[in-house]
């Protein structure tokens, strides 16, 4: 299933946001955008600035070495593992997915995961963003499954849980923490708040002057 899945998603265009922020971005500041070829071939920034990776090629980035990896999505979508190689700490970041049953991990120190719905939410037809988001083999994952698969992949090297990528929809993010941390008798997970990152302009302020005199 998850072969043919792969296969269909290839020919799906890129939703503008998993990466509509680059453009924004690549006017206003020099930074390189690390991204898989349907994005590299798809958002609208200066060629010099895209750099393509591949699935299984780690690349290196100052004190990280990242390793990328597919994932289920409505997209092609890389998620990533990432070593902080002085320390040897490593950070995991699932997120915009639908399924991470043949994801295998060990001696993660802090996992960012993304936790999208609640399984307990009562999901009607008419209502398109939840029931896309809960219905689709190719949606989010919930918090349901994301605790199983913390289950299966956290062990005594496990600093720290966020959940992210929660929905919009949600009127109690608090819950999906305190839910995660009863199930896995775990205290050190949280919850990060939807409504804190908001899109933004980003605006120059023009007349500056600098002078070295």
């Known amino acids: 299933m998850f072969q043919n899945l792969k296969e269909s998603l290839l020919h799906i265009s890129i939703p503008s946001d ?18 898989n070829e349907e994005t590299y071939n798809a958002i609208p920034i200066r060629e010099n600035s895209k750099v393509c990776i591949k699935e299984g090629k780690p690349i290196e980035l100052c004190s990280f070495k990242v390793m990328p990896f597919e994932v289920y999505h409505d997209a092609q979508n890389f998620n990533y593992l990432i070593m902080h190689k002085p ?49 689709s083999e190719v949606g989010h994952l919930s918090l349901q499954d994301t605790i199983s698969f913390l289950k299966k992949n956290m062990n005594i090297n496990t600093k720290k849980v966020f959940l992210t990528h929660i929905s919009y929809e949600s009127t109690n993010y608090i819950s999906f923490e305190e839910k995660a941390r009863s199930e896995l008798n775990f205290e050190e997970i949280y919850a990060i708040n939807p409504k804190v990152i908001q899109s933004r302009e980003f605006i120059l302020h023009e007349d500056l002057d600098f002078n070295f005199e």
């Open 18 to 35: 998993h990466a509509k922020g680059c453009k924004s971005l690549n006017q206003y500041i020099n930074a390189k955008f690390y991204c």
């Open 87 to 135: 320390t040897g700490l490593k950070i995991l970041y699932i997120t915009d997915t639908s399924n991470v049953d043949n994801l295998h991990f060990k001696d993660i120190d802090v996992f960012i995961v993304e936790a999208n719905w609640d399984e307990d939410w009562e999901v009607k037809e008419d209502d398109y963003v939840k029931y896309t988001r809960t219905s």
